[in-house]
């Protein structure tokens, strides 16, 4: 059978193969007459034998083949900078195809080998701590701009080394580019291609309120909540989304998670000297969220310059959990890591920026 792919051209110009979920792609390739299962085995070229070109495909038709060069393509990024901390963490820094850059963090620890991944270029939501905010906010990331960085970060690995874990905690609030990121996640786990265990996948969110439920609804991979304060006008001073979902709607929302059977929701609460890191703090935490399965993250705050924050000392990071963990919370110290290099969210692109500001006066 010979196919015209002029036909679908107006209909279908270049579409990107890692925009699509598998559903996606068997609607795209029945309109060249092809079987849904063809649609599995171009995601397994793709993302488990990692080839860049439909002539790779050798199951495929020469002819079938032909047709999706017309009307379709394979992405990929690059990666412009790394730096490699002497922990293992490794930086990457990701130029977009319209020049724009994004960060993904590769984290290794023990067993486990973990990914955190950006979901947006810059972030909309200002949180004070966060040197992403600061950059400003440009735009939401394609689905495959988000998928591309899975795939950039396995092709740099050692061939015996896989990825375990895929974090969205990277640049930009996962939940203000739902639609991508629910997307993303369907490639992630589709069993065809990436492979990825819901339990393997996180996406960490400032509370989002109604997209917070409609994850819980759409999919069951992990959720980190970012709380990092006990009141609401210490978390609105930290985080201006305070204003919008408070305190009470936000835990509201945790109470109300559909949590599948034996996990837990993780609150990430970053410890900044005198701001939120005193015995009360950790005494009000245990309080305010009494009766939500989860374990407690306490992340140290990681100084960068310009910042007016600054990290608790060793004996006041110690107190709070301590407070936390004498009521029967799992309260974990999280070390930063990559302190030799650019590992605070949003280091490694404020860089370039002031290198092009300072090339452009």
């Not at 486990?112 to 004070?128: A, E, K, Y």
């Not at 309080?287 to 910042?307: D, F, M, Q, T, W």
Request: contains cysteine.
């Amino acid at each position: 059978m010979q196919y015209a792919p002029t036909v679908y051209a107006a209909r279908f110009i270049m579409v990107d193969i890692k925009n699509l979920t598998v559903e996606e792609l068997s609607a795209f390739i029945a309109h060249l007459g092809k079987e849904k299962f063809r649609a599995s085995q171009i995601i397994k070229w793709v993302y488990q034998k990692r080839v860049r070109s439909f002539d790779d495909m050798t199951n495929l038709a020469k002819d079938f083949r032909e047709a999706l060069k017309g009307i379709a393509f394979i992405s990929t990024i690059q990666a412009t900078k790394v730096e490699v901390s002497k922990d293992g963490t490794k930086k990457y820094l990701f130029h977009l195809k319209d020049g724009n850059s994004i960060e993904s963090v590769l984290i290794p620890d023990e067993d486990r080998l973990t990914l955190c991944i950006s979901s947006q270029v810059g972030c909309p939501l200002d949180c004070g701590f966060c040197m992403t905010g600061s950059g400003g906010f440009v735009r939401n990331l394609d689905t495959s701009e988000i998928i591309n960085q899975i795939c950039a970060v396995q092709d740099d690995l050692p061939e015996e080394a896989q990825l375990t874990n895929i974090v969205l905690m990277g640049m930009g609030e996962p939940l203000l580019n739902y639609d991508n990121v629910l997307k993303a996640i369907k490639i992630m786990i589709y069993g065809e291609g990436m492979s990825f265990s819901t339990r393997k996948i996180t996406v960490s969110t400032s509370g989002i309120v109604p997209e917070m439920l409609r994850l819980g609804s759409d999919t069951n991979v992990n959720l980190a909540v970012s709380l990092n304060a006990t009141t609401d006008e210490v978390r609105t001073r930290l985080m201006p989304v305070n204003k919008k979902y408070p305190l009470n709607k936000l835990l509201s929302a945790c109470r109300e998670y559909p949590l599948p059977p034996r996990r837990r929701i993780t609150f990430e609460y970053i410890l900044i000297k005198g701001i939120n890191d005193s015995l009360e703090d950790a005494r009000r935490l245990a309080r305010l969220v009494k009766g939500i399965p989860c374990k407690i993250n306490l992340i140290p705050y990681n100084e960068h310059a310009g910042s007016e924050f600054r990290r608790p000392s060793d004996e006041a990071i110690r107190a709070f959990q301590e407070i936390l963990q004498n009521v029967g919370y799992t309260a974990l110290l999280r070390t930063s890591k990559g302190l030799d290099i650019s590992a605070a969210c949003g280091q490694l692109r404020g860089k370039l920026l002031k290198d092009l500001h300072h090339k452009e006066h």
